[in-house]
């Protein structure tokens, strides 16, 4: 990412992401990056010690903690299955009708592409990595919005928790809302992103 913002020679940025994505610009601002001016952190996946996913309810526990076991992993990773898959995703809405069918085929061809499921069984391996991170936040001088959906994966405590490491952060939280609140709930959280950047 900011190899990105280098290249492109971007200045005065506002960066913006979701889950791992929002833990991402937090580490980039928590460097003092001087292309950075403003941070939005969208259900941060900072907590639980990587296992966030696993609350997605029981095909999202055991996608997590079998894909920790070598070999059985891989197998059942690679052999992808589009049930078990919905399953996952609808753990992650707080309305089911957020994922429209084009959603969930996209979503699972997306999964299908050569070396996929190795990336994502090394995201489950080495999610635990991304709670340490938390205690960069310390050093964020830029104005940093943090954006909850009030039915995420991560408890109010953790939650607390972020948004306590983060000098002078401001919390939202959207009602009706889950992990994917960006497909929950997009005007509202296009509002929040507008505004504040």
Do not use: C
């Not at 095909?59 to 070598?70: Q, R």
């Not at 992993?73 to 753990?91: F, I, Q």
């Not at 429209?100 to 050569?114: C, D, H, K, L, V």
């Amino acid at each position: 990412m900011e190899g990105f913002l280098d290249k492109l020679d971007l200045k005065d940025v506002t960066l913006a992401g979701i889950s791992i994505g929002g833990v991402i610009p937090l580490i980039i601002a928590a460097k003092q990056n001087p292309r950075v001016t403003k941070v939005i952190a969208i259900n941060p996946y900072d907590y639980g010690n990587g296992t966030g996913l696993a609350r997605a309810g029981a095909f999202a526990w055991l996608t997590v903690n079998l894909g920790k076991v070598p070999v059985l992993g891989e197998t059942l990773t690679r052999l992808r299955n589009p049930y078990v898959e919905k399953r996952v995703v609808l753990g992650g809405v707080a309305d089911p009708s957020a994922i429209t069918p084009g959603f969930g085929e996209q979503a699972n061809a997306s999964g299908r592409r050569p070396g996929h499921y190795q990336a994502f069984l090394n995201l489950l391996r080495h999610a635990y990595l991304w709670d340490e991170q938390r205690q960069l936040y310390g050093e964020i001088k830029v104005p940093v919005l943090v954006v909850y959906g009030d039915h995420d994966w991560s408890h109010i405590d953790e939650r607390q928790r972020t948004v306590a490491a983060i000098p002078n952060a401001k919390m939202e939280t959207v009602p009706t809302a889950g992990r994917f609140l960006s497909l929950d709930q997009p005007k509202r959280l296009a509002d929040l992103i507008k505004a504040f950047a």
